[in-house]
């Protein structure tokens, strides 16, 4: 079958002053309580341009569950939510989310930035189970520096029944092109989150059609430059007048 996604792969978001502050926006206006379980895959350090944090500070009824693979990252994102009001709200878990197996995971050593000191905030984002995927990124000159750990791993609905989850309002993932085969683990059946925010940039057409595929019947989507907002139709926070200007703003082609 002829894919409808082809050729939009990768374009540039029409507004380039698109951020995780109004990712930030749009999410505190479709999940408007001051109390909800999120669920955030490949969270890096919980605040580099990170659309969650800002409202996990201010909604202290907010609770949190944060899963970030590498150690140093982890050591971060720990400090930086632990420093909020009622801490006891989150926890984390240092592992891979996949088919349950351990793998081998691919990362960048903290020190690159001091070495390469003009590197891009997002340099210790890009770890993977591909080496490759680091590499293709900023002509090789990371290669030095990548690191390798052996991951546990876990399946997603092993995940949540680890941390006793049966409710999720927001789930996000960002995890380098391994996004849909998280995505693909979620049983809309069991958990309809009002948001599911997710990376589509490293998805290759297939798996794009497939996440879009595997939501679009009960979720409207909306794009965020890398992004794919997906709002679930039945329940919502968004007024009209709001609905009406995300549509006009940052509908998904299709």
């Known amino acids: 079958m002829k894919s409808k996604w082809k050729g939009r792969i990768g374009l540039p978001f029409k507004n380039e002053g698109a951020s995780s502050m109004l990712q930030t926006s749009w999410i505190s206006k479709a999940i408007p309580s001051q109390h909800a379980s999120v669920v955030q895959i490949g969270s890096n350090d919980g605040k580099t341009r990170d659309p969650l944090y800002p409202l996990m500070k201010e909604r202290i009824g907010w609770r949190g569950l944060f899963v970030e693979?590498?150690?140093?990252?982890?050591?971060?994102?720990?400090?930086?939510?632990?420093?909020?009001?009622?801490?006891?709200?989150?926890?984390?878990?240092?592992?891979?989310?996949?088919?349950?197996?351990?793998?081998?995971?691919?990362?960048?050593?903290?020190?690159?930035?001091?070495?390469?000191?003009?590197?891009?905030?997002?340099y210790d984002q890009i770890g993977s189970f591909d080496r490759q995927h680091?590499?293709?990124?900023?002509?090789?000159?990371?290669?030095?520096?990548?690191?390798?750990?052996?991951?546990?791993?876990?399946?997603?609905?092993?995940?949540?029944?680890?941390?006793q989850i049966d409710h999720v309002d927001l789930l996000h993932i960002d995890t380098e092109g391994y996004d849909w085969v998280i995505l693909s683990q979620l049983n809309l059946e069991r958990y309809r989150p009002s948001v599911i925010l997710f990376e589509y940039k490293h998805l290759n057409e297939t798996d794009l059609n497939r996440a879009v595929a595997h939501v679009s019947d009960r979720y409207e989507i909306f794009r965020f430059k890398n992004d794919l907002f997906c709002l679930l139709r039945e329940r919502h926070g968004?007024?009209?007048?709001?609905?009406?200007?995300f549509r006009k703003q940052y509908t998904f082609p299709v």
Do not use: C
């Open 238 to 245: 968004l007024l009209n007048d709001d609905l009406r200007a």
């Open 134 to 163: 680091i590499l293709n990124h900023l002509g090789g000159i990371l290669a030095p520096f990548i690191k390798e750990l052996e991951l546990a791993g876990s399946t997603l609905q092993g995940l949540l029944d680890k941390f």
């Open 69 to 122: 693979p590498v150690p140093y990252l982890l050591r971060r994102l720990r400090d930086n939510y632990m420093s909020l009001d009622s801490p006891e709200r989150f926890r984390f878990y240092n592992g891979a989310v996949n088919d349950g197996s351990k793998g081998e995971f691919f990362y960048v050593d903290r020190h690159a930035k001091y070495v390469i000191p003009d590197l891009p905030e997002w």
